[in-house]
Each structure stands twice: as C-alpha cells, then as structure tokens.
C-alpha cells in the first residue's frame, strides 16, 4: 500500500510541502486537512511550495484536491508554486487549469528565488 | 478492421488502486509490442481515468464487481475497451468551461475530461447489459 504524506517545513514567509506517495484518493484527507485552507496558510505566510518530486501517480482525484488548495488560497491572496512535476504531469496540470494559478518550477531554489524577488517588490 | 497483432485482457476489482496496478501491466504489455512508444503515458493516464469511472460510476465501488480492460493493437491504432457492469449508459454531461469548472463546490469530474484530450477517440457503449468505454490512439 502506498501511503502518502505530506511534509511540512517553513522557511520565512513561506510554507513547504514535501508530497511522498500518489496524488489519489488516499491523498485526499490528508492534503485538505493540512490545514484551514481557506485561512490562508498562516501567520502571515503568503507562499506555498509543494515539492512533487516524489510522487509517482496523480490522478483526477488528485488533480481536484490541487484545485480544492489553490482555490482558497488564491482568495486569501497566497502563492502557490510547484517543483518536482515531470513533462507529463505538468501537461495534465495545464490541461485542467492548474498552471494559472499554480507556477512551476525545475527545482525549489528556483522558486526561493522568486519568492524573494516577489517580497523585494512588495507584492 | 485491420487485422489485430495484440490482444490482452486484464481484469481487476472495483478498489481504488486497482487502476494502478493494471496501468503498469499494460506499460509492459505494451513496451515489448511497440518498445518506443511515443504517447504511453497519455495512454495510461487516460486508462487508469476509465477504470476509475469504471469502479467509481459503473460499479459503484463494490469490490466484487469486476472491470474489465480489453487492449488490442493492429496497424494503425490502440484500442482500449473498458467494461463495467452499470447496467445504465452514463449520462454524459456537456463540459462546462474551465473557470466555471473551477467555481464548482467539489470540482471532480476530471477523468473524462481527460480521456478527450488525452486520446484520439473515446465513447461510451453498451452490449450485453454492460457499459464500456472505447478510447482509441492512432499509431
């Protein structure tokens, strides 16, 4: 059974999360009780980053829990980012609407490096 | 009908992650028919997307009924029939457009969605008091 997971580590302003397993239906308790999503992700935080590097399967259930995060914290003026994504999955993500909303990255330094030119500027 | 050079018939319970597991059975099936092959990860995404219709619609997610994946290759296409035992034609609604698909309150509804895009043909069909779903990629 492939258990899945979700890891949290922060670092400033920003809320990470390592993903270990399917993006499936077992992942879906887990990831939409992280946290009160609609909250915003706390503290002030406004950056989300999910690492994917190690989940090997995202299916339609997974891709509506993305949904189901993003939506919320797009309202509660958060950003979320992604890294980890292969070709395909990231084909998947733009198909549905996801790459709108979600921005993805080759590798999280990448993204460090956009989330503080982000604050730099004040947005 | 060109004739078929493959033929393979895989049938799993109505579990969640059963799609999974026939996913990578039809990976190898089809890697030692057609080694190279360009969209197999389109194809199983879209596969494991009809299973789940399969256990979640068709079946109702009772474990003992089976879906069945049917895979046959010929000349100049992949055909995948996957058959539930719903005894009812799903009713297949028009897509709504992506923002409005975002406002919904439980946004699912994703695997149909997908197979469209991801294949060059899918339909529903019935025979026997069963449903299936053809999706076909041409080669």
């Given at each position: 059974m492939n258990e899945f997971r979700a890891d949290k580590r922060i670092a400033g302003g920003t809320v990470i999360y390592d993903l270990k397993g399917d993006l499936s239906n077992q992942a879906e308790e887990v990831m939409l009780e992280l946290c009160e999503w609609e909250k915003g992700l706390g503290q002030g935080r406004r950056f989300l980053i999910l690492n994917?590097?190690?989940?090997p399967y995202i299916n339609s259930i997974g891709l509506a829990v993305l949904i189901r995060i993003i939506r919320p914290l797009l309202r509660a003026g958060c950003q979320t980012f992604a890294y980890g994504v292969t070709p395909h999955y990231q084909k998947l993500f733009r198909m549905v609407g996801l790459t709108e909303h979600m921005m993805i990255y080759p590798n999280e330094e990448a993204i460090v490096q956009r989330i503080e030119h982000l604050e730099a500027q004040g947005e | 009908m060109k004739e078929a050079i493959f033929e393979q018939q895989w049938v799993m319970p109505s579990a969640y992650g059963s799609e999974k597991a026939v996913m990578q059975k039809v990976k190898t099936a089809i890697s030692r028919?057609?080694?190279?092959?360009?969209?197999i990860e389109d194809m199983l995404t879209a596969i494991a997307e009809a299973c789940l219709n399969a256990i979640e619609h068709?079946?109702?997610?009772?474990?003992r009924l089976p879906v069945t994946l049917q895979l046959t290759i010929d000349g100049e296409k992949y055909k995948f029939r996957i058959i539930d035992h719903g005894s009812n034609m799903p009713v297949v609604q028009d897509e709504l457009p992506l923002p409005d698909k975002w406002l919904?309150?439980?946004?699912?509804?994703?695997g149909l969605f997908l197979i469209r895009r991801l294949s060059d043909h899918a339909a529903f069909g019935s025979e026997n008091g069963e449903v299936y779903l053809d999706i076909i990629f041409y080669r």
């Open positions: 994917f590097t190690e989940v | 028919i057609c080694p190279g092959e360009q969209r068709g079946n109702l997610a009772d474990f919904e309150e439980h946004p699912r509804g994703w």
